[in-house]
């Protein structure tokens, strides 16, 4: 329950949307409530104004454009798993939703507030370094503009949202022939639980040679990461499955009440060693 001394704002428009934020930068957005109730329950959180975000058509649909898939902002968990253009352009972004809590989180949470909350362990953050994903902000006063994934998330809970912003959509670019994906949740189950680590993975080949490698992780520090070293060595050649061991060079694991930076550390190279192997086989 919102506290009683909250002022709820419920635009019909991106526009009114914006011009609300803009206007009192405090305001504390909302889509599916998924993660901010569970604040407001907890008393971590007591926003004196919410921007309801639910009733603004213009965050919704997912559409092809140019060499593009948009996702609106609002676009939901469920929503990214029924939709036909994802199973053909995203089918990795599909499964990670598929891993994500039960029906009713599905049906309420959004892409937007996975990103905007930035958890180290959103589903959708590793599909989305891995497919190059866009992520568009919106301001009253300056417009719209496009920041890479990878340039999104600053530190552990910090992007690179103003104050003044939400996010109005994500744009992942249209699947090119020969590229092949792999998701993987590691959990205390498949569903239903906090990933320990989560893993996307995508490689691009023509002639039997990688042209492209994206290796990304999720929950192994503050901020979802590419693997850059085992990325440059797996392009130029044919699939090597023992370069996942150079995976040590690019992550350094945490340790937190899921898991011990050991089990993180050898779960991740042996996750990208058995999408390798597959992939080699
Ligand atoms: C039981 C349970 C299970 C869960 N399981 C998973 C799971 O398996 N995997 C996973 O990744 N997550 C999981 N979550 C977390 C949550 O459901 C997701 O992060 C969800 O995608 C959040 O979306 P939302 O629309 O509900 O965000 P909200 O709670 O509405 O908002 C979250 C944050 O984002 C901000 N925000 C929302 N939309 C915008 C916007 N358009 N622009 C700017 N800021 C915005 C809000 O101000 C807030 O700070 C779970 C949560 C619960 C309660």
């Not at 905007?116 to 589903?123: L, T």
């Not at 080949?205 to 850059?228: D, I, Y």
Request: hydrophobic residues 45%; glycine residues 10%.
């Amino acid at each position: 329950m919102l506290t009683s001394h909250a002022e709820v704002l419920s635009p019909r428009s991106l526009q009114e949307a914006l011009t609300a934020k803009a206007s009192h930068p405090e305001t504390v957005a909302l889509a599916g409530g998924t993660d901010l109730m569970v604040l407001i329950e907890a008393n971590k959180l007591a926003p004196s104004r919410v921007l309801n975000l639910w009733g603004v058509q213009e965050l919704r649909g997912i559409d092809a454009q140019d060499g593009w898939i948009r996702l609106g902002a609002l676009t939901t968990w469920t929503e990214l798993i029924h939709s036909t253009l994802l199973a053909d352009h995203a089918p990795a972004l599909v499964e990670a939703a598929q891993t994500c809590g039960a029906a009713q989180i599905r049906n309420r949470g959004t892409l937007g507030g996975n990103l905007a909350n930035a958890s180290p362990a959103g589903d959708s953050l590793p599909p989305l370094l891995a497919l190059d994903g866009v992520v568009e902000l919106g301001s009253a006063r300056r417009g719209l503009r496009r920041v890479p994934i990878e340039r999104f998330f600053l530190g552990y809970r910090k992007t690179a949202l103003e104050r003044d912003e939400l996010i109005t959509a994500i744009y992942l670019p249209a699947r090119v022939d020969g590229d092949e994906t792999f998701f993987r949740k590691v959990g205390t189950r498949r569903a239903q639980s906090i990933s320990k680590l989560s893993f996307c993975g995508r490689v691009r080949r023509q002639g039997g040679q990688v042209t492209l490698a994206r290796l990304a992780f999720g929950a192994l520090g503050p901020v979802p990461l590419r693997a850059h070293t085992v990325e440059v060595a797996l392009e130029g050649g044919p699939v090597r499955p023992q370069l996942a061991e150079l995976l040590l060079n690019d992550i350094r694991p945490i340790a937190d009440v899921r898991s011990t930076a050991e089990y993180r550390q050898r779960a991740a190279v042996n996750v990208l060693r058995g999408w390798l192997e597959s992939l080699a086989g």
